[in-house]
Nanobody, 114 residues
Framework: QVQLVESGGGSVQPGGSLRLSCAAS????????MAWYRQAPGKQRELVAG???????NYANAVRGRFTIFRDNSGPTVDLQMNTLKPEDTAVYYC????????WGQGTQVTVST
């Protein structure tokens, strides 16, 4: 059973940056289409960004141009670089496959506020 571990969250002011990292135990990222999701209080979990095994990426309209998803093969991890953060980016961020077929991890909290 693959276990996903997200890290890198924190509290930042609007306009700040964070880099989230997703690691998997017992699994192989390299050939799996991966994605980052987020869930804000009172809202459903939503797709933020995805990256295929071939490196193709896709982004939610709300984050396009500000967030970058990429694979770090040294980990290996799947990372999410978040720039120009906004209060509406506040959420718990999770990683999973694009098909959400692995068990969800604990997520990492991102809070953007003054």
């Amino acid at each position: 059973q693959v276990q996903l571990v997200e890290s890198g969250g924190g509290s930042v002011q609007p306009g700040g940056s964070l880099r989230l990292s997703c690691a998997a135990s017992g699994g192989i990222f390299r050939f799996v289409d991966m994605a980052w999701y987020r869930q804000a209080p009172g809202k459903q979990r939503e797709l933020v960004a995805g990256v295929t095994s071939g490196g193709d990426t896709n982004y939610a309209n709300a984050v396009r141009g500000r967030f970058t998803i990429f694979r770090d093969n040294s980990g290996p991890t799947v990372d999410l670089q978040m720039n120009t953060l906004k209060p509406e980016d506040t959420a718990v961020y999770y990683c999973n496959t694009m098909y959400q077929n692995w068990s969800w991890g604990q997520g990492t909290q991102v809070t953007v506020s003054t």
